[in-house]
């Protein structure tokens, strides 16, 4: 997962009583707690970009947008997240005030350390998520995004849309067409 695994293993509810008197943020699969590290500027720069975008484009409507501080649900993974942004239209979603369950769209930002579990066992996890219609990750060293969008009908596939540093980001679950030079503003070359 990135960072070292600590040797908790706990069910989801004990860990959930336990994390709240952390103060360092952990995620968990199966039992395995896993402490989170902490982000460079460009990774934090174009999370608040995505953020920002998405809360504008969202004003209004029933859908929210949040952030790396806000615990993601995957019953079916038996884990919890923190998705570097996410965005749900569920009424049960506005009711919890801590967790999310049934997101539309998530985003993570890619770093060395996180990049292949964000790509591999955690996108496999994110899968399970029935409300789930996009995922994004976006590179900030390559400036290139990888736009995994689910299928309508039979199997329900996820399909490939790979946008490069200077095209707009498409992120269709949401209606949201984001202009390269606002996803990457303030992100050194």
């Known amino acids: ?8 293993p706990m069910s989801a509810a004990e860990f959930l009583a336990w994390d709240v ?19 460079g500027k460009a990774h ?3 999370t608040g970009n995505v953020f920002m975008a998405l809360r504008q484009h969202l004003r209004g ?5 949040f952030f790396a501080d806000t615990k993601l649900r995957v019953e079916a993974a038996d884990a ?28 993570e ?5 996180t990049a292949a579990f964000d790509r591999g066992d955690k996108f496999a996890a994110y899968r399970q998520l029935p409300t789930l219609r996009e995922y994004v990750l976006i590179d900030p ?10 299928g309508e009908g039979e199997g329900d596939l996820w ?9 707009d980001l498409q992120l269709a679950s949401v209606g949201l067409e984001l202009a390269a030079a606002d996803l990457w503003e303030q992100v050194p070359a």
């Not at 923190?82 to 769209?105: F, G, N």
């Open 109 to 113: 930002v890619l770093s060395p350390s």
């Open 1 to 8: 997962m990135g960072q070292a695994a600590l040797q908790l």
């Open 159 to 167: 399909m490939l849309h790979p946008f490069e540093g200077g095209q």
């Open 21 to 39: 008197l952390q103060t360092v943020k952990h995620e968990f699969v199966r039992g395995e707690v896993v402490a989170m590290a902490g982000a």
């Open 80 to 107: 919890f997240f923190y998705p570097d942004v996410m965005v749900t239209c569920s009424t049960a979603d506005a009711a919890d005030p801590q967790i999310v369950r049934e997101p539309v769209l998530l985003v």
């Open 61 to 65: 409507s029933p859908c929210s947008t």
């Open 44 to 46: 934090v720069t174009v």
């Open 141 to 150: 060293d390559t400036r290139r995004c990888d736009v995994f969008r689910k």
